[in-house]
């Protein structure tokens, strides 16, 4: 346990007692007794600080500090689920499997605006919207009805009440960024996104083959050390695509990106980073951890109902990498070069199938618009590619 700086002379509590209470409290609430740990330390540190401030000290120092460390815990486990979801949904998703809220960690401006009191711009917003559309984000969020309750109501799946409320958040943004866009920049609703960076790109998502997919490209500055920043998610699928991005900290990032500018040519030099670096993991099984650099262990998963590969970093004690053989075809230079002519290609479902006398999974890609596809079996039990054919 760290010393103690400017600990009090008199302090109302036993920071020994306290901190061993704090400790099964901290972990009965995160399961994780390293951060049990750290969090118990950390609510300890804070009742001393406030200890030390003169003024109006808690009546009761043990349920004081029973709160703090409650709010250090979910704070700490809003954090870890953020990470999880975004570490969790590397693999190309099914996209006939249901479907969550894109996770966006940033606060969305629109939150803001649809639940705060902003009442006049918000009744102006909507009032250009369809009356459907409009009813949707009332139900939604002015009446707080769960996703399941207005799927009731409208009499479709959460899965399509979930997308359609997220298109009505869309047209309501568009709203706000064109007719309203002088008094919603008022209110400071569009400065966050922007100030984010976040732009359309002309490029459609390779899930859903649907929607346009979203993108955020800053330039690294050697000057002041600033690190390039490519990401690309879809406004309707789930997760982004660990794959589209250059977060993974073993990509040397500025050299990927450098001297590119937009998103395809960016994409293309991302891409080509993780077929390198999957070619790599596939073949020795001692990749670097994605999420913190250090050594890790691949391993291919022959579960059916999860085939893939994983990569399980023993310093982030978790699986921090995971891609389903359909990602693998989505990297695929093949893939790569079918996208690039059939722009609205989607996903379809995986299947396991038997090739050449082995278990294996037929791995495909369709054109929205055509019949062209393309397909790729995977053996399960390595990975390898068995077959690629692409028509149209
Ligand atoms: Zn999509
Ligand atoms: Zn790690």
């Known amino acids: 346990v760290p010393a103690v700086v400017n600990e009090p002379r008199n302090i ?4 020994a007692v306290e901190r061993q209470r704090l400790r099964q409290v901290c972990y009965r609430l995160t399961g994780d007794a390293t951060a049990a740990e750290d969090l118990a330390q950390e609510a300890i540190l804070i009742g001393l600080r406030r200890a030390s401030r003169d003024g109006d000290p808690p ?21 870890r689920v953020r990470d999880d979801s975004r570490f969790a949904d590397l693999g190309i998703a099914d996209v006939s499997t249901p479907m969550a809220l894109p996770d966006v960690s940033a606060p969305d401006p629109l939150d803001t605006l649809l639940t705060g009191e902003r009442e006049q711009l918000i009744e102006q917003a909507l009032s250009s919207l369809k009356a459907p559309v409009r009813q949707l984000l009332l139900a939604r969020y002015v009446d707080d009805l769960p996703i399941r309750e207005i799927g009731e109501r409208w009499g479709i799946s959460e899965n399509a009440a979930t997308v359609r409320i997220h298109r009505g958040r869309d047209a309501l943004r568009k709203v706000l960024e064109t007719r309203l866009r002088a008094e919603a920049s008022a209110h400071g609703l569009l400065s966050a996104e922007a100030a984010q960076g976040w732009r359309e790109t002309t490029l459609f998502c390779c899930r859903c ?31 982004m695509l660990h794959g589209m991005t250059s977060d993974a900290v073993p990509m040397n990032a500025r050299a990927v990106l450098a001297g590119v500018q937009g998103f395809r040519a ?9 077929q390198d670096y999957l070619a790599d993991a596939l ?17 291919i998963s022959n579960a059916p109902d ?25 990297h ?21 199938i038997i090739c050449e006398g082995r278990p294996a999974i037929r791995t495909s890609f369709a054109d929205r618009l055509t019949a062209a596809r393309i397909e790729m079996v995977f053996d399960t039990a390595t990975l390898r590619c068995m077959r690629v054919e692409a028509t149209g």
């Open 306 to 330: 999860s085939p893939g590969f994983g990569i399980d970093c023993p310093a982030c004690d978790r699986i921090t990498f995971y891609i389903h053989p359909t990602g693998l075809l989505y």
């Open 332 to 352: 695929s230079e093949e893939a790569q070069s079918f996208w690039r002519r059939f722009p609205r290609m989607r996903n379809e479902a995986p299947q396991s």
């Open 209 to 239: 083959g649907q929607e346009r997919l979203q993108g955020r490209f800053v330039a690294g500055n050697p000057a002041t050390g600033e690190e390039p920043d490519f990401v690309l998610r879809c406004p309707v699928c789930p997760g």
């Open 283 to 299: 073949e020795h099984r001692a990749p670097l951890c994605p999420r913190c650099g250090g050594p890790a262990d691949g391993r």
């Open 12 to 15: 109302p509590f036993d920071p």
């Open 59 to 79: 009546h009761e120092w043990s349920s004081y500090l029973f709160g703090v460390a409650r709010r250090l815990c979910s704070v700490w486990r809003a954090r």
């Open 266 to 274: 960016g994409l293309n030099r991302v891409n080509r980073w993780w």
